[in-house]
């Protein structure tokens, strides 16, 4: 059974999340280069941490499973992103190059600084070919929706021109915040893997089953998981790219 498959009312939570496809972990042999992502991830976790407080510990997830159930709704609410990407790629090569990001961020009236596009589009291409592929696209989009300038945006204006894709990156936030139980902009395994029992807390998970969970995230070993790397693994938790082969994560 896959992750989309569970429906509410389910009682059997903990098959499905044991079931997790391995696929993510290829993803893993890119952490060779962490100094690059740490500029971007310490503004991500400042903005999480920001993001924490201001929610006074409410959250509208009480459970993993809670996280689940709601699978289909993130995947229909990142569809209309594939326009956006194939717009964009000029060349139609399935990627999309700094030169095309540079005049997406500007189409879109993003405002950030050249530097900026820069550390997006490198923390985005985890695979270092000069090229964004459609789930990096999202990836990139949802890390720029975040650390841009809120005050780039009126008061009535979505900050991305899309109120349900706006609604959509936030639930994705507010699900890295439920697992964030220290406050601290990012996962820690302990509290990972205490979530993930906590589910069944009849049947509880073998501890080589929640150790490869949180190493799905933990690319470099590091004992943390910033939202950077959550969002990579939740895209492919959430099977973003299934019904397009030829926008697939790179490997």
Known sequence: MQWHEVEVGSAQPCPVFKSLSNKVGSLLCFCNAPKKYR??????????????????????????NSIILKFPWFKEGLKEIKGVFEQFDEDSNGTIDRDELKKCVKKLQFHVKEEGIDDLFDSCDVDEKEGIQFNEFIVLLCLLYLVMDSSSSSDNTSKIGSPDLEATFNTIVEAFLFLDKGGDGKLHKKDVIKVLNDECPSEKSPSHVTRTRFKEMDWDRSGNVSFRQFLFVFLDWVEIDTDDENHTTKR
């Not at 500029?39 to 993993?64: A, C, P, V």
């Open 39 to 64: 500029r971007l991830d310490s503004k991500l976790e400042t903005k999480m941490m920001e993001l924490k407080r201001s929610s006074s510990g409410q959250s509208k997830f009480r459970s993993i």
